[in-house]
């Protein structure tokens, strides 16, 4: 417990200090600083380089990797047609889990210093400081001890061809999230379907933070009736 009142001090490394926001935290979270500075988070250089992202890093780092699990099912037997619908549906499995962690997990109720923390780290730092460019995308070491798990999952669950292919598929679709996650804050789209997704989320960053949760997509904030009621303010 702190005293009430007390206050971040943003010239400090943040992740230690938010937790001791309380009940506070939910509200200071949600008010942006709009700077594309790049905030300390802790005082330990390594932990604060493990942080901090280059957005080229993802399609780097996975898409090699998503063409060998594509090229794993086609040496077991996989056919072509088939390999193409599994990786759609990998894709498709994605945009669910997208739109889920975003909803249920980024956007839950912490409560406590370590809760804060832990909210602070993994989304809400994004909300405090959406045009943080190096902190946009998911680090590559963390997303690959998610993967373990899943992969197992995906084992049990899917034929011995098809397998692989299939988790193909869903790191494919977080490529293209986190690719457009950052294009969506740092870029200008004008028209078209960008421009609709790029409004879609800022109004879930400045306007209605229990709305819009989906990325990539609209199809599951209209499925489960979180699409924000009307745009907003047009994006200059």
């Known amino acids: 417990m702190v005293a009430q009142g007390f206050t971040v001090d943003l010239n400090k490394p943040l992740v230690f200090q938010v937790g001791h926001l309380g009940d506070s935290y939910e509200e200071w979270v949600h008010h942006p600083i709009i700077s594309k500075g790049s905030p300390r988070f802790f005082e330990n250089d390594i932990l604060e380089l493990l942080t901090r992202t280059v957005w080229w890093a993802i399609p780097s780092v996975w898409l090699p990797i998503v063409g060998w699990l594509v090229w794993t099912s086609l040496k077991r037997g996989g056919g072509i047609s088939e390999l193409f619908l599994t990786l759609l549906g990998g894709i498709f499995l994605w945009t669910f889990l997208e739109y889920s962690l975003h909803r249920f997990v980024f956007h839950m109720k912490p409560s406590g210093y370590w809760a804060n923390t832990l909210h602070y780290l993994i989304h809400g730092c994004h909300h405090k400081h959406p045009m943080d460019g190096l902190r946009l995308v998911f680090p590559p070491a963390a997303t690959a001890i998610l993967l373990l798990p899943l992969w197992s999952v995906v084992k049990l ?17 977080y490529i293209i999230y986190d690719c457009t996650h950052y294009y969506l804050h740092h870029g200008k789209p004008f028209k078209g379907i960008s421009h609709s997704l790029k409004r879609h989320h800022m109004d879930h960053h400045f306007k209605l933070q229990d709305k819009g949760y989906g990325i990539t997509s609209k199809f599951w904030d209209i499925i489960f009736g979180t699409l924000p009621p009307k745009p907003t303010n047009k994006i200059k």
Do not use: D, E, V
Request: aromatic share 18%; proline share 12%.
């Open 157 to 173: 669950l899917l034929p011995f061809t098809y397998a692989p292919a299939f988790l193909g598929g869903g790191l494919l679709g």
